[in-house]
């Protein structure tokens, strides 16, 4: 299974918080749904989940500031 991320990026509000969000599609264009995606925080280790909808959308809110690792597995 090949992901294709797509729309990553964060966002800063001004009280230091933002969101990961993106697409998630197959190596042929079609959405994944359910797809679990965790932002994992490099300094602090705490871990945010979403999962796609129906579009292959997905956004994980409220983020600390920081960078993060990003992974995902299919169900």
């Known amino acids: ?10 966002c800063y509000a001004q009280v230091d ?5 993106g697409t998630i599609t ?3 264009g079609g959405v ?3 797809v679990q995606v965790t932002a994992t925080n490099n300094a602090t280790r705490v871990s945010s989940v979403g999962t796609t909808n129906e579009t292959g959308i997905y956004r994980i809110s409220a983020l600390p500031t920081g960078n993060y690792s990003v992974a995902f597995k299919a169900p």
């Not at 299974?1 to 964060?10: I, K, Q, Y």
């Not at 918080?17 to 969000?21: A, D, K, L, V, Y």
Request: no cysteine; aromatic share 4%; net charge neutral.
């Open 1 to 10: 299974l090949t992901f294709l991320l797509s729309g990553v990026g964060a």
């Open 26 to 28: 197959d190596s042929s």
């Open 17 to 21: 918080r933002g969101s990961i969000s």
């Open 32 to 34: 994944l749904t359910g």
